[in-house]
């Protein structure tokens, strides 16, 4: 009996242990994803866009307060390109940098849980060719504007200071046209409409997987 009870107490003791809570100053992230978008546009465009993307992030964050932490997030996203008889896409990526606020809802030994959200800005470049009246046209479009999220994100921590994480978000990247550049001469306006006052939204669902750091 006494046995018994000694094994009890050792399996509770290791149980505890693995979930108690963990004490460390930073947690970094690195992995890769993927994000489908809608991209609703202040031009006259009848049928829905859409575009997908291969995103590769990094996020780092600081605890500032039990259960709250702070940070920097950086995605690239790389966005898939089709390729036919008459037009091609050359490039097509965009940058994003966010300053990060998460609440860490379970935060222990071996599990970190968090909710949180994101502000900050992107761009977005892509260059095209295709072909209009037999004559090969290249095109360039620049935008700017804010970026924003909401994400939640699981951490399982394997060892003491790495892991595995997985993460979903909505995303809504708005953009300004700041530039369109045709065969090598800026143009003011696109169907019709000065630059300026053209506008997308990349709105969409990301999930991502990679590796965690905690020191």
Same mark, same amino acid.
């Given at each position: 009996?006494?046995?018994?009870? @000694?094994?009890? *107490? ?14 460390? =100053? ?5 992995? @890769? ?33 039990? =259960? ?35 609440? =860490? ?13 994101? /502000? ?9 060719? *295709? ?10 479009? #620049? ?11 699981? #951490? ?10 997985? #993460? ?29 006052? /053209? ?14 750091? #905690?020191?």
């Amino acid at each position: 009996m006494k046995k018994l009870l @000694v094994i009890v *107490f050792a399996l509770n003791f290791v149980y505890a242990k693995a979930q108690e809570d963990f004490k460390y =100053h930073a947690q970094f992230d690195l992995g @890769v994803g993927a994000t489908i978008f809608n991209v609703p546009s202040s031009l006259n465009i009848d049928e829905k866009s859409g575009a997908f993307a291969t995103a590769f992030k990094f996020d780092a964050t600081a605890e500032v307060k039990k =259960h709250f932490s702070i940070g920097l997030g950086i995605t690239f996203n790389k966005y898939a390109t089709e390729t036919d008889s008459l037009s091609t896409f050359i490039e097509a990526k965009s940058p994003v940098i966010l300053f990060l606020a998460n609440y =860490h809802l379970i935060d222990k030994k071996k599990i970190n849980f968090c909710i949180g959200t994101g /502000v900050g800005v992107n761009g977005l470049n892509y260059e095209r060719t *295709f072909v209009q009246d037999s004559v090969v046209v290249n095109g360039k479009v #620049r935008t700017e504007g804010p970026a924003y999220s909401l994400h939640t994100q699981l #951490r399982y921590y394997f060892t003491k200071n790495i892991g595995l994480f997985f #993460r979903t978000q909505y995303i809504v990247n708005g953009g300004q046209l700041k530039s369109l550049i045709v065969n090598g001469e800026k143009q003011a306006r696109i169907d019709n409409k000065p630059i300026e006052d /053209v506008f997308f939204s990349f709105r969409g669902v990301s999930v991502s997987l990679g590796l965690s750091f #905690r020191f």
